[in-house]
């Protein structure tokens, strides 16, 4: 490196990589990313339903592997309730597929306490750093966090058909826009860069 050079000039190549070259594929995957989160805005409701008829074929699919993986644990004192887990996971599985608007009810308030409880650590880790540079940001984001808990128990079940619907397309969203984000910036980066010969000009 050039006496003179900032450390910070050659950080962006470590940083994109390979994405300079193909920035294009990821900026497609943004795009179509932020597109069918705009639709699933649209459509919370029946989001909402494939979303959980997907998480009862996961419990299902897992809660078998299980039941499997404990006959094989012969000779394991807790072989048997291993098995058992997994049966249970299995049923858990079985009973949302078959009835995936009151399962959307049940995980809906779920996690509306999540959301309301991993506020409420944000805020408390906030506040035990509140020396430290951006925990005013800290304290914000666990507000954030708690009020939107509260928002969706307090329309709680009248809501729960779209809330977790809605939440899956805006994670779309925010991601798509995360990814035509970095693509962009690697293809600034990437048209930025002299040449291989131009370098050693």
Partial sequence: MPPGTPPAATSPHR????????WGWM???GVLSVVLGVIGLGMAAALTIVSVL?????MIIGGA????????????????????IGLLYVIAGIMIVMRPLEASIVLTW?????????????LIMAFQNREMAGAGWAIFGGIVTVILG?????RWPFDALWVIGMLLAIELIVNGWTLIAVALAARAFGG?????????A
């Fill in 27 to 29: 900026l497609a995957l």
């Fill in 54 to 58: 997907y998480f009862g074929v996961l």
């Fill in 15 to 22: 940083l994109f990589g390979d994405v300079t070259r193909n």
């Fill in 192 to 200: 930025a860069r002299p040449a291989p010969g131009a370098a050693r």
């Fill in 110 to 122: 779920t996690l509306a306490v999540i959301l309301v409880a991993v506020g409420v650590l944000r």
């Fill in 150 to 154: 509260i928002m969706i128990l307090a």
């Fill in 65 to 84: 592997v299980q039941i499997f993986q404990a006959f094989k644990c012969s000779g394991w004192k807790s072989a048997m309730l291993h098995g058992v």
